[in-house]
């Protein structure tokens, strides 16, 4: 029996969260190397702050901007009734992020609307998993499928995971929006088949 989207998440989160502090930097480590492979230094790259036990680390942010990558990062707010809306950007500077809504660090005011990230060269998609025809698993809130639809065409989606997080397969709806690439610790950026 196929398992659900939530039953996936749970397992997940259960195993990220028994992965020891040793483990999660070391990985952290990894992707950074491999991002800044394959980041064009001048380039503009949309990413996040992860959180908890979510793969990657703040200091790829900042090898970025040493690289002259100008980093946009995600706002998140959602409407008068709770609906998540697409998200807006902050561009990133060293030592400015602020505590947000939803347990997240964003950066301060200006930001920019949701139509910028298609000036992003590429986009680094938090995730919980993602599978070799690019179905990503996210929180569930919705955020980021209302949000890449705007991306522009060429730019890659880049679901950052750890290696057992690329799978063979998960349960995808219509409006999930389809990874082009995923980057793991020990794979590095892998392209996707997105069929």
């Given at each position: ?7 996936v998440?749970a ?6 969260g ?28 949309c ?17 970025l901007?040493?690289?002259g990558v ?6 998140a707010?959602?409407?008068d ?6 998200l ?22 200006p ?5 910028t990230?298609?000036e992003a060269?590429g986009?680094?998609v938090?995730?919980?998993a993602?599978?070799?025809?690019g179905?990503?698993?996210?929180r ?5 499928d ?7 065409d060429?730019?890659p ?31 590095g950026?892998?392209e996707?088949?997105?069929?």
């Amino acid at each position: 029996m196929r398992q659900t989207k939530t039953q996936v998440r749970a397992a997940i989160l259960a195993a990220r969260g028994a992965a020891t502090p040793q483990q999660r930097a070391a990985e952290a480590d990894a992707l950074t190397a491999h991002l800044l492979r394959w980041v064009t230094p001048g380039s503009t790259v949309c990413a996040y702050v992860p959180v908890g036990s979510e793969p990657g680390s703040a200091d790829l942010l900042d090898e970025l901007n040493d690289r002259g990558v100008r980093v946009l990062l995600p706002v998140a707010r959602q409407d008068d009734d709770g609906v998540p809306r697409p998200l807006w950007w902050g561009t990133y500077r060293a030592g400015t992020l602020v505590r947000a809504a939803f347990g997240l660090r964003e950066p301060p005011t200006p930001h920019l609307p949701p139509e910028t990230v298609a000036e992003a060269s590429g986009v680094l998609v938090p995730a919980l998993a993602v599978d070799r025809r690019g179905t990503r698993l996210g929180r569930g809130a919705g955020f980021y499928d209302r949000t890449l639809q705007l991306a522009a065409d060429a730019a890659p989606l880049v679901a950052v995971v750890r290696d057992e997080e690329l799978v063979d397969a998960l349960p995808a709806e219509p409006h999930d929006v389809r990874m082009t690439h995923a980057v793991t610790p020990g794979l590095g950026v892998v392209e996707l088949r997105r069929e």
